[in-house]
């Protein structure tokens, strides 16, 4: 008997007991001996209600636990139907992945625990992104976090994660949307004011907001622009202008020039843009020698070594003041070539080409300059792991040439700016000589 029949049955019988208890003869006046008579027998009928109330009642409770550990008992496989199936598939990989451990929650969506859920709540709050009717955001952030993380094409994520096509690229592009929506926020310009950290490597360039130079990202294009796209390295890439402080954050993105364009070319039109890369007087930032020593961008001495591995491989001391400066000049601009390696080492979608249409392939360029900021002060200890992975490539890395001289247009020659780096690396070598003088001294 189911359920539902045996609490129909137990509520005819407490109906029936209880139009037998509100039964009562009054039609005519007892006697003293049909009165006790009465008594006993009304003694008797309450009883026998006591106990079968109370029989139902314990009668009533067994069903109850009966029901519930019917409910409980897990089901066969063959039980579930294709949906339940799914949904519990796909329910134990998410919190598996971003509410298991640290390191899984890391290796997979590239963000730890904690920022994982900060970013899904500051996309809720600020950006307006909210569950929809089948998929919740965290679902949403995790199968966008798992493309630019890996790379992964929409179609694996559907046989995972029994998803359709439309419904993956449609959220994707969602979380996409909010995520460049919240882009001023962590790639801004720094505060003028603010002095570089008190590090030797930054010890001559009190001025200094910071490096910039140009970082080639592969890109899929059509086969009729490949050769716009195709750069000095033969391959399909854009060239993308990235400006970093000292702590490794980006300030300025300007992705979507053709892998042929030179840096300075690039430099140039991110200073005529309407929302133009500005440097504040009496500023600079370091640039290679690829580019114009002029005002705001001090640059190394031509013809001179400058590389750091050129100074490892040499195993020399600097013996002139251009030598000198170009040593503490490479020491410091280094911070720009560690945050693009480090950038790409985090979000891989960035180191093939991807499958998106190339106007897609830019928005996500910037969404990873985000995503990188917004990790950068909040998860030092895990991304410190992948940074010396990054030095050691860096290390094997050839030296690239830089651009030709003749194309540098995006500045104007300063000869104030080459007195001033003539001045500079003067003092760097006369304290050089001091210190080592006072060395051999002792």
């Not at 339940?84 to 451990?101: P, Q, T, V």
């Not at 031509?302 to 001391?317: D, G, I």
């Amino acid at each position: 008997m189911c359920f539902h029949c045996m609490a129909w049955c137990l509520c005819d019988c407490v109906r029936i007991v209880f139009l037998q208890m509100m039964h009562v003869n009054c039609s005519y006046t007892m006697s003293d001996h049909d009165l006790v008579s009465y008594i006993i027998e009304e003694n008797k009928r309450r009883k026998k209600r006591r106990i079968v109330l109370t029989e139902l009642y314990f009668e009533s409770v067994l069903l109850g636990f009966a029901y519930l550990s019917e409910q409980r008992r897990p089901r066969e496989l063959g039980c579930f139907s294709d949906d339940e199936i799914r949904h519990n598939i796909r329910k134990y990989l998410l919190k598996e992945m971003y509410d298991g451990s640290e390191v899984t929650c890391y290796d997979n969506l590239r963000l730890t625990k904690r920022n994982f859920h900060g970013l899904c709540i500051m996309l809720r709050e600020k950006c307006g992104l909210h569950d929809s009717v089948y998929v919740s955001v965290e679902e949403k952030v995790a199968m966008f976090l798992l493309v630019v993380g890996h790379g992964l094409k929409m179609r694996l994520l559907r046989g995972t994660y029994k998803r359709s096509l439309e419904t993956i690229s449609r959220h994707f592009n969602d979380v996409l949307t909010a995520i460049l929506s919240i882009s001023t926020e962590f790639v801004k310009f720094p505060d003028p004011s603010v002095q570089p950290p008190d590090d030797y490597k930054w010890k001559w360039f009190g001025n200094a907001l910071g490096a910039l130079d140009g970082c080639h990202v592969d890109v899929c294009v059509a086969v009729a622009d490949q050769g716009r796209y195709r750069n000095r390295k033969q391959q399909i890439s854009t060239n993308m202008l990235g400006v970093v402080d000292w702590n490794m954050k980006f300030l300025y993105v300007l992705p979507g020039w053709e892998g042929s364009a030179s840096d300075s070319r690039v430099l140039r039109d991110a200073m005529s843009r309407q929302d133009a890369f500005v440097v504040p007087q009496g500023k600079y930032y370091l640039v290679d020698a690829g580019y114009t020593n002029g005002p705001g961008f001090l640059a190394p001495f031509r013809s001179t070594r400058y590389h750091l591995k050129e100074w490892v491989s040499s195993q020399q001391q600097p013996k002139t003041p251009k030598e000198l400066y170009n040593l503490c000049h490479s020491r410091a601009r280094n911070v720009v070539e560690r945050t693009f390696g480090l950038w790409k080492k985090k979000w891989a979608v960035l180191r093939t080409q991807s499958f998106f249409r190339i106007h897609d392939q830019i928005r996500i360029i910037n969404a990873c300059c985000v995503l990188h900021n917004f990790a950068r002060d909040r998860q030092h200890q895990m991304d410190d792991l992948l940074l010396q992975e990054v030095d050691a490539e860096l290390a094997a890395m050839p030296i690239e040439p830089v651009d030709d001289a003749n194309s540098i247009t995006s500045v104007e020659v300063s000869p104030e700016l080459n007195a001033f780096r003539e001045e500079l690396a003067n003092d760097m070598f006369a304290e050089y000589l001091l210190r080592h003088g006072e060395l051999a001294l002792e």
